[in-house]
T-cell receptor, first 110, second 116 residues
Framework: ETGVTQSPTHLIKTRGQQVTLRCSSQ?????VSWYQQALGQGPQFIFQ???????GRGNFPPRFSGLQFPNYSSELNVNALELDDSALYLC?????????FGPGTRLTVT | AQSVTQLDSQVPVFEEAPVELRCNYS??????LFWYVQYPNQGLQLLLK??????LVESINGFEAEFNKSQTSFHLRKPSVHISDTAEYFC??????????????FGSGTRLSIRP
């Protein structure tokens, strides 16, 4: 157990819809990173938040957006869902160096 | 940009046999290398890491990996595997140093399946 929780665990959406995924960081961790893990692939970096500000972004379109709250919990929002957005979405929290991963949210887009 | 290549997508081995999962990286700067394990229906767990110093690093459950700069490799080994080692293993490199601001670049993973 890493102390990082994500909700929901599973989610099914229709193409074109919007989705919000949530991440609760390990206590005191002020940095959160989000990754997308498509089936059969390694996780890919989406973006990172540090003290409520975006602190780096991977090669994902603007319809992927995020928020970090004062308590350091975080949201990942995806608009205009596409079939290829089906994946396991992982968040990881960190304070100094090591990133601690949550169990993920599995999103299926039909 | 840094990248990681895992040469084997699947590795089947018999219980108590040795195993090696191969990983090569590309980087022109100082590297920080990791192996993560993902058990079925779970998130990623850090297995071991190389930051500096001794090129051989070990985990608490018997895995070890050796950083080889000349071959740009960081292969994972275990002399005798157990059924409980069945999982997906990801080699990774940290881009932007090693801090909370780092971005982790993952390989595509190797599925280790253990046969009784």
């Amino acid at each position: 157990e890493t102390g990082v929780t994500q909700s929901p665990t599973h989610l099914i959406k229709t193409r074109g819809q919007q989705v919000t995924l949530r991440c609760s960081s390990q206590s005191g961790h002020n940095t959160v990173s989000w990754y997308q893990q498509a089936l059969g692939q390694g996780p890919q970096f989406i973006f990172q938040y540090y003290r409520e500000e975006e602190n780096g972004r991977g090669n994902f379109p603007p319809r992927f957006s995020g928020l970090q709250f004062p308590n350091y919990s975080s949201e990942l929002n995806v608009n205009a869902l596409e079939l290829d957005d089906s994946a396991l979405y992982l968040c990881a929290s960190s304070l100094e160096s090591e990133q601690y991963f949550g169990p993920g949210t599995r999103l299926t887009v039909t | 940009a840094q990248s990681v290549t895992q040469l084997d997508s699947q590795v089947p081995v018999f219980e108590e046999a040795p195993v090696e999962l191969r990983c090569n990286y590309s980087s022109s700067v100082s590297v920080y290398l990791f192996w993560y394990v993902q058990y079925p229906n779970q998130g990623l767990q850090l297995l071991l890491k190389y930051l500096s110093g001794s090129t051989l690093v070990e985990s608490i459950n018997g895995f070890e990996a050796e950083f080889n700069k000349s071959q740009t490799s960081f292969h994972l080994r275990k002399p005798s595997v157990h059924i409980s080692d069945t999982a997906e293993y990801f080699c990774a490199v940290s881009e932007g140093g090693y801090s909370s601001a780092s971005k982790i670049i993952f390989g595509s993973g190797t599925r280790l399946s253990i046969r009784p």
